[in-house]
């Protein structure tokens, strides 16, 4: 029985730490899309919400229009890209806002 705890613990820290080493490697890999959306938002913002707010319609459209063709996938990535984008404008006013 002495020798039994500690043999289970480790196991137990041995399976624990092989778990955590391996979550990076299962993490989500990061959306394609989501760069050029980023890339694409000029540094003076203040000017270029309208073009912002236009972008996402845009997105939102490409969306939908992807729905009504079957691509699902391709509309849940542009979905995606139009939830940060309205995220991002939605900062951005709030900063404005703020200070």
């Given at each position: 029985m002495r020798h039994r705890i500690p043999t289970i613990a480790l196991t137990v820290a041995l399976a624990g730490g092989a778990l955590l080493a391996a979550a990076p490697a299962q993490a989500a890999p990061v959306q394609q899309g989501v760069a050029t959306v980023v890339a694409d938002i000029p540094t003076d913002h203040r000017a270029d919400i309208g073009r912002m707010r236009q972008q996402l319609a845009e997105l939102?459209?490409?969306a939908v229009r992807l729905d009504q063709l079957g691509d699902h996938n391709g509309a849940r990535d542009?979905?995606?890209?139009?939830?940060?984008?309205?995220?991002m404008i939605d900062t951005l006013i709030a900063s404005d806002q703020h200070g």
């Amino acid at each position: 029985m002495r020798h039994r705890i500690p043999t289970i613990a480790l196991t137990v820290a041995l399976a624990g730490g092989a778990l955590l080493a391996a979550a990076p490697a299962q993490a989500a890999p990061v959306q394609q899309g989501v760069a050029t959306v980023v890339a694409d938002i000029p540094t003076d913002h203040r000017a270029d919400i309208g073009r912002m707010r236009q972008q996402l319609a845009e997105l939102r459209d490409k969306a939908v229009r992807l729905d009504q063709l079957g691509d699902h996938n391709g509309a849940r990535d542009a979905r995606f890209q139009a939830d940060l984008l309205q995220r991002m404008i939605d900062t951005l006013i709030a900063s404005d806002q703020h200070g």
